[in-house]
């Protein structure tokens, strides 16, 4: 290991598809904060790209070459890149060797897909991107879905969106700061987290403000649409099921409508008037049986979960993204309701695919 009086040197792994800013608000964070950070791929004379299109840089050594108690954290991005990552047994030495030594270890998203290839996680407490809980919990791991896990010289974190306390986290291990930057502690998750991750390179104020926006127009929308499904329906199951979608939805705008007053924001003209051209969208659709109604409720739904998770992931805001974690957990479950019902209704009859009822696309933050 280095000494205390020399800069800490860290080595951040990179390969194809790494997702953008789980590169990059670290490697800002460090360098920042006077690291040496040393970029780590398979290969020094090959440009990695980032998943999103905005990175774009070299590696400055290999994993091969490399020893892994020179370092004093060794950090693993999400993306495709893990998969990629995985394939190279020297890369998974090196992260085994750098855990087995005390060396930091942190690795956020898709990254414990290396952690799981180097058997690594037997035992440990973790967490990582929700697609890959069920691979680390086969890995021997107990999975903790919170932004932040740290068990021994282990962190973890979930996803884009936990970024700010994840780097936080990273920093505050090795005893680093940043000139006029005040860390919060990582057990405040209502700190202005936000900041941070603007600071460092994420989610902009107005990229945030633009996220929320756009998902109360798709709720608004919604929700003057799964009105009129309610208002037409002559199933009472169907219009039982239809006014609980209607309280989520509901909810869901309160909610994304008091985050948005954080950033001291009104809905945009878009979002405030949404309702009115689904009403109009709806005035033209009077003449549905109970079946056509269910299949355009599911289209609407696939659609919501689709939009709010790209939505999701776009951002480094942790409070934002909870929220709209939630409501794609929601939104999920609702679809697969309204997907059971239209089985039952439908009978034996051959299913069509689901028209949704051309609701807001997302356009992103």
């Not at 057990?187 to 403000?209: N, T």
Request: include cysteine.
């Amino acid at each position: 290991m280095v000494m205390d009086s020399q800069p800490k040197k860290v080595a951040i792994l990179i390969e194809q598809g790494v997702e953008d800013a789980e590169f990059q608000l670290p490697y800002n964070a460090l360098k920042k904060a006077g690291a040496e950070v040393i970029v780590l791929g398979s290969r020094v004379n090959e440009e990695y790209k980032g998943k999103q299109g905005k990175l774009n840089i070299k590696a400055d050594a290999t994993t091969t070459e490399s020893i892994a108690t020179d370092f004093d954290a060794v950090i693993i991005p999400g993306g495709h890149a893990p998969d990629k990552m995985r394939t190279n047994m020297k890369t998974v030495q090196f992260v085994e060797d750098a855990l087995e030594n005390g060396v930091l270890v942190a690795s956020v998203c898709h990254g414990p897909q290396v952690l799981i290839e180097g058997d690594m996680l037997d035992g440990v407490r973790a967490t990582g991107f929700r697609a890959i809980r069920k691979d680390m919990q086969n890995a021997g791991a107990e999975f903790v879905d919170e932004p932040l896990v740290i068990d021994d010289n282990l962190i973890t974190s979930r996803r884009p969106g936990d970024l700010p306390i994840f780097v936080t986290a990273i920093l505050q291990q090795l005893s680093l700061n940043i000139p006029d930057t005040t860390l919060p502690p990582i057990s405040d998750l209502d700190a202005g987290w936000w900041k941070l991750g603007e600071e460092w390179g994420g989610s902009s104020k107005s990229e945030i403000v633009n996220a929320l926006n756009t998902a109360i127009q798709g709720e608004r929308y919604s929700l003057e649409t799964f009105q009129h499904y309610h208002d037409n329906a002559t199933d009472d199951a169907m219009k039982e099921l239809f006014q609980e979608i209607l309280q989520h939805k509901n909810q869901h705008v309160q909610q994304l409508e008091a985050r948005l007053a954080v950033f001291n924001e009104k809905p945009s003209l878009p979002a405030a008037v949404s309702n009115l051209y689904a009403s109009i969208k709806s005035f033209f659709q009077n003449d549905q049986t109970d079946v056509e109604i269910l299949r355009r409720a599911l289209g609407d739904l696939q659609t919501g979960v689709v939009d709010t998770y790209n939505l999701r992931n776009m951002l480094t805001d942790p409070a934002t993204v909870e929220i709209l974690d939630q409501m794609e957990v929601t939104l999920a479950r609702d679809e697969q309701r309204i997907a059971n019902l239209y089985k039952d209704r439908l009978g034996d009859r051959v299913p069509q695919s689901p028209k949704p009822s051309s609701r807001p696309a997302v356009t992103g933050a």
